[in-house]
C-alpha cells in the first residue's frame, strides 16, 4: 500500500483493510511512505507498533508511486502480492474477489480494470475521454491483453513479479505499464478483473500538463521497452 499525504485517513483506511486480510490467512502489510509531508510516517509508525504481526512500515525520500510499489514489492514474501491504493477508491473487500478469480483462472495476475463491462465508476466525462485515450494509445504502442493498466489494484504471483520489476526502469506513473509489458513478455497468465471504483475529488484534477507528462512518460516507457527488446 504506497501512500502520499494520507495521515488524516490511513489509520481508519488500514484498519479496514485488515480486517478483509484476515479472512485469508496469514498475510503481510506492507505500508511504504513516498516522502509525505504530513503526519503519514508517524501514523504507519504507530500502527506497526499497534499491529506488529501484520504491519511492515517503510519510510522513504519522495521518489513516487512507482517505487513506493516497487520497494514495497521487494519486501514482500507472499506466494502472492496485492497493491492497492491507499485512498481506498477502490475498497478492500475486492481484494477477496481478485484471490477468487485467481483460484478459479489458474491466473498469475488479476489485474483490475475500471474499464471493464462490470465495472462500477463513477467519474466525470473528462476523465473518461482522457481514460479511452490512454488505452487507445497503449493497445497502439503495447498490445496488451488488458484494457487498463493504471487502476491500482492488482494482484501478481511474487516470483513473476519480481522477474518483471528487474526489467523495469519506471520510478512513476508508468511502472504499472512497464510492469504489465514486463509480464506479458515473461508468459504470465493474466486475467482482467472488474472494479467497484469510489468517487473521489481527485479524479476531476487531471489537467492538460499532467496529460502531456503521462504521454511523454509512455513514449519513454515504449522506447526503453523496444530498446531492451
Not at 128 to 153: A, E, H, M, N, W
Not at 199 to 226: A, E, Y
Request: some cysteine; hydrophobic content about 45%; charged content about 25%.
Amino acid at each position: 500500500m504506497p501512500l502520499y499525504n494520507e495521515g488524516a485517513h490511513i489509520t481508519s483506511n488500514v484498519e479496514q483493510t485488515l480486517s478483509v486480510l484476515r479472512m485469508l490467512g496469514p498475510f503481510e502489510m506492507i505500508l511504504v511512505n513516498d516522502g509525505s509531508s504530513d503526519n503519514s510516517g508517524e501514523e504507519i509508525a504507530r500502527l506497526a507498533e499497534k499491529f506488529p504481526d501484520e504491519i511492515i512500515p517503510l519510510q522513504l525520500p519522495r521518489s513516487g508511486k512507482g517505487e513506493a510499489l516497487r520497494r514495497g514489492a521487494l519486501a514482500a514474501q507472499g506466494e502472492f502480492v496485492v497493491f492497492i491504493d491507499a485512498d481506498l477508491d477502490l475498497p478492500p473487500e475486492q481484494i477477496l474477489f481478485f484471490v477468487a478469480i485467481q483460484r478459479v483462472k489458474k491466473a498469475d495476475a488479476v489485474i483490475g480494470s475500471k474499464m471493464h463491462p462490470d465495472s462500477t465508476v463513477d467519474y466525470p466525462l473528462t476523465r473518461r475521454i482522457y481514460s479511452l485515450g490512454y488505452f487507445c494509445l497503449v493497445k497502439l504502442l503495447f498490445g496488451l491483453p488488458v484494457r487498463d493498466t493504471q487502476t491500482g489494484l492488482k494482484l501478481v504471483r511474487r516470483d513473476l513479479l519480481l522477474r518483471a520489476l528487474e526489467k523495469t526502469e519506471g520510478r512513476g506513473f508508468t511502472l504499472d505499464l512497464e510492469l504489465l509489458v514486463r509480464l506479458v513478455q515473461l508468459g504470465a497468465v493474466m486475467v482482467e478483473a472488474p472494479v467497484v471504483v469510489q468517487h473521489s475529488f481527485k479524479f476531476g484534477g487531471i489537467g492538460l500538463p499532467v496529460v502531456w507528462q503521462i504521454f511523454c512518460d509512455t513514449w519513454r516507457t515504449w522506447r526503453r521497452v523496444q530498446q531492451r527488446d
